[in-house]
């Protein structure tokens, strides 16, 4: 899952957060997928991870570390890291940017969404970060359409928007790797799956760290 | 404060012992059974194919089992009951002036063979007291120890199987109810404690408690032992008096306003705390000694700390400061230490540092431990090359648990990559299959990777660096719980700075596990728990530490076959600066320091015997190379040294000194005995 989620950093070079503007779309169906990456020869990088959408939210299953999820929600922009057998749950903050670059968006201005989001992770630069929308493509039997994404100073990325979804189906990295949906179905997600049961429980790991500083594990020296 | 749940104890000092006596194995031969682990194809000297070293965080012998009745025939115990300190109900006993400690008027320079004269008993023969130190005052929501509702909090973050149903209620119990840094009244007496050792349990306090810590570094741990051939008898020819702990504690730093906090200390009389095992204290660690073998005169082998103790165990040998490539140069001014007081004070150390070049007398703190050296009848060497700064206190390796080389190990304030020849080389050399688990382990690869992406790992230390990573991500934050220190690989070129090795080698909890359950454990393992289950006293617990180890029999006893080949040891990494009343036989410069319980669990060491032979982490290796035919390591590592020849009329004071056992003795490979480990 590690590489996984390297790709996914390197693919867009943005931080992806959606905006809480409700599309005028008719409402997108919800689905599954599994989401790989893989390398620029096509060899499968990583473990697979398990999505899931519905409405504006997402729940990705992955298998590092096991039994974890994270679940995300655009109109609140919450994203938590879950792991259901131990009934916890934290914040994800950084810990994935699959819940930041596989969000619903706008399908006809996804480049606006994109554009606030790189914006906020701050490597939009001085207005030279640019969204073009380039054609229309297959991609794993499905229609999309085609967007080159370019910052500033470096080879563009591109992504690819499944219309019916409003979902981004497909990002590749300037070194040709990518991560994609595959095996997508269409259909009804249970709702329990992207809530947090309320007898679950919020660690914070600022605790842990300043518990392990009172052991011998922590060895930054005092001076 | 105490709360009313101990659910692993279950198996207690009334569990019956249902022995199943096996004919002795004719040979050892190898099994020929079509298994997968290879393990069984490789020559051994002895019927054991698996040895695994299991390493808890700072006991000492005395402290864990200082109130133990040997179970098994004729047998007999050096500690503190046997020897009358204190009563069964760990109350003061008829000698227990025997460990009075004192107090030293101050010294122009470091000593560690205190002038008699200089000496006092304290006033109305009262020590300082014990401290609530650094352990938690509460239970948290956010962190151990949890509260009840929050029994699965910390399993959360770990995706090892540190967490499970063995410590998931303990995780939520222990906390003082008490201020840090104050008089620790939980301890009965607490306050006017006698100048001697002091038991904890009472109505609020036992080994499911945290307690506040105590130092434990070079130094000061060779002061407290205070040594001096003056003080030799026939009984302790080394004359270590080990009479001055928590004087040490309390006045090796300063704690008034002109110290920044990271360097007080508040330790005090800690170091004379220890359990009542035949009171159920650590109850499992009493239950395995009554079952199978103990040691009371196994040592740690380097006097202080977690990271130099672990490089001893892997190496035989101390590190040393080096420019990365195995030349030997000179670290920053900052890291080298001078214990030599402060003008003004009684004892605070100068520079309480990491390094110091023992070849050179002239050092601050180096001529009263060689001169010590010298003075012993058998004078040993001190093994100090020339223009060696030796690592003495914890340092951060200058490794990253990805493999991760630090550029600037000076400025991160970590040691630059090791040379030294470690046990892992030996065995890759003879093909031998070994690994290192340990907790949390995974985990720290993900914040190191992280570090290393956002930049850190180039420039900070490598615990601000992952700390700063577990922030940022949650998922893997447990990662700071994995011990950098204590993984004497994670120091090694030959083995981190390959990735080759580094990935077969460097292992979680959960492959140990793993291995065992599909019976492809290594030849040779050693297990190490994270910080919240290595039974550090303030930011772990004992009983923490004893669930660790059942999960790891637990996977074993499921696996008969295995089981019969393996042995598990089970150790410490030193006694956490926890006095102690054994002898102690100084080696080299560097050691050896105070007792450490070793258990020895195998189907051929049973029966509650408890072995005297004279031996310390070294003795590990050394029996993994008489197991499976290894020469010492290198010409001056310290399994070189002969096994001892013990003295019936002194049994722990060998006669051919410096010497350590190779552990062959505490086993009769011709009396088998299957038994379960725990029930």
Same mark, same amino acid.
């Given at each position: 899952?590690?590489?996984?989620?390297?790709?996914?950093?390197?693919?867009?070079?943005?931080?992806?957060?959606?905006?809480?503007?409700?599309?005028?779309?008719?409402?997108?169906?919800?689905?599954?997928?599994?989401?790989?990456?893989?390398?620029?020869?096509?060899?499968?990088?990583?473990?697979?991870?398990?999505?899931?959408?519905?409405?504006?939210?997402?729940?990705?299953?992955?298998?590092?570390?096991?039994?974890?999820?994270?679940?995300?929600?655009?109109?609140?922009?919450?994203?938590?890291?879950?792991?259901?057998?131990?009934?916890?749950?934290?914040?994800?903050?950084?810990?994935?940017?699959?819940?930041?670059?596989?969000?619903?968006?706008?399908?006809?201005?996804?480049?606006?969404?994109?554009?606030?989001?790189?914006?906020?992770?701050?490597?939009?630069?001085?207005?030279?970060?640019?969204?073009?929308?380039?054609?229309?493509?297959?991609?794993?039997?499905?229609?999309?359409?085609?967007?080159?994404?370019?910052?500033?100073?470096?080879?563009?990325?591109?992504?690819?928007?499944?219309?019916?979804?409003?979902?981004?189906?497909?990002?590749?990295?300037?070194?040709?790797?990518?991560?994609?949906?595959?095996?997508?179905?269409?259909?009804?997600?249970?709702?329990?799956?992207?809530?947090?049961?309320?007898?679950?429980?919020?660690?914070?790991?600022?605790?842990?760290?300043?518990?392990?500083?009172?052991?011998?594990?922590?060895?930054?020296?005092?001076? | 404060?105490?709360?009313?749940?101990?659910?692993?104890?279950?198996?207690?000092?009334?569990?019956?012992?249902?022995?199943? &006596?096996?004919?002795?194995?004719?040979?050892?031969?190898?099994?020929?059974?079509?298994?997968?682990?290879?393990?069984?194809?490789?020559?051994?000297?002895?019927?054991?194919?698996?040895?695994?070293?299991?390493?808890?965080?700072?006991?000492?012998?005395?402290?864990?089992?200082?109130?133990?009745?040997?179970?098994?025939?004729?047998?007999?115990?050096?500690?503190?009951?046997?020897?009358?300190?204190?009563?069964?109900?760990?109350?003061?006993?008829?000698?227990?002036?025997?460990?009075?400690?004192?107090?030293?008027?101050?010294?122009?320079?470091?000593? =560690?063979?205190?002038?008699?004269?200089?000496?006092?008993?304290?006033?109305?023969?009262?020590?300082?007291?014990?401290?609530?130190?650094?352990?938690?005052?509460?239970?948290?929501?956010?962190?151990?120890?949890?509260?009840?509702?929050?029994?699965?909090?910390?399993?959360?973050?770990?995706?090892?199987?540190?967490?499970?149903?063995?410590?998931?209620?303990?995780?939520?119990?222990?906390?003082?109810? &008490?201020?840090?840094?104050?008089?620790?009244?939980?301890?009965?007496?607490?306050?006017?404690?006698?100048?001697?050792?002091?038991?904890?349990?009472?109505?609020?306090?036992?080994?499911?408690?945290?307690?506040?810590?105590?130092?434990?570094?070079?130094?000061?741990?060779?002061?407290?032992?205070?040594?001096?051939?003056?003080?030799?008898?026939?009984?302790?020819?080394?004359?270590?008096?080990?009479?001055?702990?928590?004087?040490?504690?309390?006045?090796?730093?300063?704690?008034?306003?002109?110290?920044?906090?990271?360097?007080?200390?508040?330790?005090?009389?800690?170091?004379?705390?220890?359990?009542?095992?035949?009171?159920?204290?650590?109850?499992?660690?009493?239950?395995?000694?009554?079952?199978?073998?103990?040691?009371?005169?196994?040592?740690?082998?380097?006097?202080?700390?977690?990271?130099?103790?672990?490089?001893?165990?892997?190496?035989?040998?101390?590190?040393?400061?080096?420019?990365?490539?195995?030349?030997?140069?000179?670290?920053?001014?900052?890291?080298?230490?001078?214990?030599?007081?402060?003008?003004?004070?009684?004892?605070?150390?100068?520079?309480?540092?990491?390094?110091?070049?023992?070849?050179?007398?002239?050092?601050?703190?180096?001529?009263?431990?060689?001169?010590?050296?010298?003075?012993?009848?058998?004078?040993?060497?001190?093994?100090?090359?020339?223009?060696?700064?030796?690592?003495?206190?914890?340092?951060?390796?200058?490794?990253?648990?990805?493999?991760?080389?630090?550029?600037?190990?000076?400025?991160?304030?970590?040691?630059?990559?090791?040379?030294?020849?470690?046990?892992?080389?030996?065995?890759?050399?003879?093909?031998?299959?070994?690994?290192?688990?340990?907790?949390?382990?995974?985990?720290?690869?993900?914040?190191?990777?992280?570090?290393?992406?956002?930049?850190?790992?180039?420039?900070?230390?490598?615990?601000?660096?992952?700390?700063?990573?577990? &922030?940022?991500?949650?998922?893997?934050?447990?990662?700071?719980?994995?011990?950098?220190?204590?993984?004497?690989?994670?120091?090694?070129?030959?083995?981190?700075?390959?990735?080759?090795?580094?990935?077969?080698?460097?292992?979680?909890?959960?492959?140990?596990?793993?291995?065992?359950?599909?019976?492809?454990?290594?030849?040779?393992?050693?297990?190490?728990?994270?910080?919240?289950?290595?039974?550090?006293?303030?930011?772990?617990?004992?009983?923490?530490?004893?669930?660790?180890?059942?999960?790891?029999?637990?996977?074993?006893?499921?696996?008969?076959?295995?089981?019969?080949?393996?042995?598990?040891?089970?150790?410490?990494?030193?006694?956490?600066?926890?006095?102690?009343?054994?002898? =102690?036989?100084?080696?080299?410069?560097?050691?050896?320091?105070?007792?450490?319980?070793?258990?020895?669990?195998?189907?051929?060491?049973?029966?509650?015997?408890?072995?005297?032979?004279?031996?310390?982490?070294?003795?590990?290796?050394?029996?993994?190379?008489?197991?499976?035919?290894?020469?010492?390591?290198?010409?001056?590592?310290?399994?070189?040294?002969?096994?001892?020849?013990?003295?019936?009329?002194?049994?722990?004071?060998?006669?051919?000194?410096?010497?350590?056992?190779?552990?062959?003795?505490?086993?009769?490979?011709?009396?088998?005995?299957?038994?379960?480990?725990?029930?």
């Amino acid at each position: 899952m590690r590489k996984i989620l390297g790709r996914g950093s390197a693919v867009l070079h943005l931080s992806v957060l959606v905006s809480a503007a409700a599309s005028a779309q008719p409402a997108p169906p919800e689905f599954s997928a599994d989401i790989v990456s893989r390398d620029a020869a096509g060899a499968q990088v990583g473990a697979i991870a398990k999505l899931r959408v519905a409405d504006r939210k997402t729940r990705i299953d992955v298998s590092d570390p096991p039994g974890g999820f994270f679940v995300s929600d655009a109109d609140s922009g919450t994203a938590l890291f879950v792991r259901s057998v131990q009934h916890i749950f934290l914040d994800a903050r950084q810990s994935t940017p699959l819940t930041r670059i596989f969000v619903r968006v706008d399908p006809l201005e996804p480049c606006r969404q994109w554009q606030a989001a790189a914006d906020l992770a701050g490597v939009a630069g001085t207005g030279d970060w640019r969204c073009e929308r380039m054609e229309r493509a297959i991609v794993n039997d499905r229609e999309t359409v085609e967007y080159r994404l370019t910052a500033p100073g470096q080879r563009p990325s591109y992504g690819w928007v499944e219309p019916t979804l409003h979902f981004p189906v497909k990002w590749q990295a300037p070194d040709g790797g990518s991560i994609a949906l595959e095996n997508i179905r269409i259909e009804a997600q249970p709702a329990g799956l992207f809530g947090i049961p309320s007898d679950y429980r919020k660690l914070d790991p600022q605790a842990l760290l300043e518990r392990i500083k009172h052991s011998d594990v922590w060895a930054e020296p005092a001076k | 404060m105490r709360m009313n749940c101990r659910n692993h104890l279950a198996w207690g000092a009334s569990a019956a012992l249902s022995f199943s &006596l096996l004919a002795a194995t004719a040979g050892f031969a190898d099994d020929k059974s079509n298994d997968a682990d290879a393990a069984d194809a490789v020559k051994t000297e002895s019927p054991i194919k698996h040895v695994i070293i299991l390493i808890g965080e700072n006991r000492g012998t005395d402290h864990t089992f200082g109130v133990y009745k040997p179970k098994g025939k004729h047998q007999t115990i050096s500690n503190i009951l046997s020897k009358g300190i204190v009563n069964e109900d760990g109350t003061p006993g008829p000698n227990f002036s025997q460990a009075q400690q004192f107090a030293v008027a101050p010294q122009p320079l470091f000593y =560690i063979g205190a002038p008699q004269k200089a000496k006092t008993v304290y006033t109305g023969n009262q020590m300082p007291q014990p401290n609530t130190n650094g352990a938690p005052s509460a239970q948290g929501t956010t962190g151990a120890p949890f509260t009840p509702a929050f029994l699965a909090a910390a399993a959360a973050l770990d995706p090892s199987p540190d967490f499970n149903a063995n410590t998931d209620t303990i995780l939520t119990t222990g906390f003082t109810g &008490l201020a840090n840094n104050s008089l620790d009244s939980r301890i009965p007496n607490a306050g006017v404690l006698p100048n001697g050792p002091f038991v904890l349990q009472g109505p609020n306090i036992s080994d499911d408690d945290y307690t506040g810590a105590t130092t434990h570094r070079f130094y000061q741990a060779w002061q407290q032992s205070d040594c001096s051939i003056a003080n030799a008898t026939k009984a302790n020819p080394t004359g270590c008096l080990n009479d001055l702990f928590p004087f040490v504690m309390a006045t090796y730093a300063l704690n008034d306003s002109t110290v920044p906090a990271v360097q007080k200390n508040f330790s005090e009389g800690n170091s004379m705390g220890f359990y009542d095992a035949e009171q159920e204290q650590a109850s499992l660690l009493k239950t395995l000694a009554d079952r199978f073998s103990l040691s009371d005169n196994f040592h740690q082998s380097f006097q202080g700390g977690t990271g130099a103790n672990h490089f001893m165990l892997g190496t035989g040998d101390a590190a040393f400061w080096s420019d990365g490539n195995g030349n030997p140069i000179t670290p920053p001014a900052g890291q080298i230490a001078n214990p030599n007081p402060s003008a003004g004070t009684t004892n605070k150390y100068t520079a309480d540092n990491n390094f110091s070049n023992c070849s050179d007398f002239t050092q601050p703190g180096i001529a009263p431990i060689v001169g010590y050296l010298e003075a012993l009848p058998y004078r040993p060497a001190p093994n100090c090359a020339t223009a060696h700064y030796y690592m003495l206190d914890n340092t951060n390796p200058g490794f990253y648990p990805n493999g991760f080389r630090a550029p600037s190990p000076a400025a991160q304030n970590m040691i630059p990559p090791s040379p030294v020849r470690t046990i892992g080389d030996a065995l890759n050399e003879k093909s031998i299959t070994w690994a290192y688990f340990g907790g949390s382990y995974n985990d720290a690869v993900a914040l190191s990777n992280d570090a290393v992406t956002a930049g850190t790992a180039a420039t900070l230390n490598s615990s601000t660096a992952l700390g700063a990573a577990a &922030l940022a991500d949650p998922a893997h934050s447990l990662g700071v719980a994995y011990c950098q220190i204590c993984n004497p690989f994670q120091y090694a070129t030959s083995i981190m700075g390959d990735p080759a090795q580094r990935t077969a080698h460097i292992k979680d909890t959960v492959d140990l596990l793993a291995d065992i359950q599909a019976d492809t454990l290594p030849s040779v393992s050693f297990g190490k728990p994270d910080g919240l289950l290595d039974g550090h006293p303030q930011s772990s617990k004992i009983d923490l530490f004893e669930a660790y180890v059942q999960q790891v029999l637990d996977a074993l006893e499921a696996h008969p076959k295995l089981k019969a080949e393996t042995v598990v040891f089970v150790t410490w990494d030193e006694a956490g600066g926890y006095w102690d009343s054994g002898f =102690i036989q100084p080696i080299d410069f560097f050691g050896d320091g105070p007792r450490i319980p070793l258990l020895t669990l195998s189907e051929y060491s049973t029966g509650g015997t408890v072995n005297h032979t004279y031996a310390d982490h070294v003795s590990l290796l050394k029996f993994i190379e008489r197991n499976w035919k290894l020469k010492p390591l290198t010409d001056r590592s310290r399994d070189n040294l002969p096994n001892p020849k013990m003295r019936d009329d002194q049994p722990y004071v060998p006669r051919n000194m410096p010497a350590l056992s190779d552990l062959f003795d505490i086993f009769d490979f011709d009396h088998r005995v299957n038994q379960p480990y725990l029930q």
